[in-house]
């Protein structure tokens, strides 16, 4: 079973529609019983980091997210949490990532939205998708590079596109709203 950390977060359907199209069933809960017998978590997110921190931890999932031992994805918002901290809302993440988060301040147009090609490495959540293909994007903030970067873009410098470190892993991007490579990615993500 894939489950889906609820807490409020915008954009759960989509997720939970795109994981349907492929033929998987997810569960959405905030249930910390639910969540640690499923296979792989999703830990969505979109809306205002300090809003979805303090719902987070109404909830009763933070503990729990920081010690999940299946593989996690964190999509947007979900991996901007998962860093050490985010100049959104001045909040503190949850450190699993060893980056920060910045507000796009070069560029012309804010937030960063539409389709932008991403560069990654050999990690296997890109296993079997086209070097440099384009990826959808929202987003106003953005995870500054690090060791734990797989993949980048540029908006109008470079800044990480996806992050992995032992068992989780996060996109800046949404591969729910991302066509076939997309899909691909939430694929590969299921086979780890």
Known sequence: MIGIIDYGAGNVRSI????????????????KGLLGACDHLIFPGVGHAKSAKENLE?????????EATQ????????????????EEGEVEGLGIFETKVKRF??????????????????????????PESDFY???????????????????????TAA???????????????????GQQLIQNFLAL
């Open 105 to 130: 301040r070069e560029a012309e147009r804010i937030p960063h939205m539409g389709w932008n090609s991403v560069a990654f490495n050999g990690s296997p959540l890109f296993k079997g998708i086209k």
């Open 163 to 181: 992050l992995a470190k032992s068992n989780f892993y996060g996109v800046q991007f949404h591969p729910e709203r991302s066509g076939k490579a």
């Open 71 to 86: 593989p996690v994805l964190g999509i947007c918002l979900g991996m901007q949490l998962m860093c050490q901290s985010t």
């Open 137 to 159: 994007f929202v987003h106003a903030y953005y995870a500054e590079e690090s060791p734990d970067t797989i993949a980048k873009s540029v908006y109008p410098k470079p800044f």
């Open 16 to 31: 939970e529609l795109a994981f349907e199209r492929l033929g998987y069933s997810t569960l959405r809960t905030a249930n």
């Open 58 to 66: 109404k909830s009763g999932v933070l503990p729990f997210l920081k």
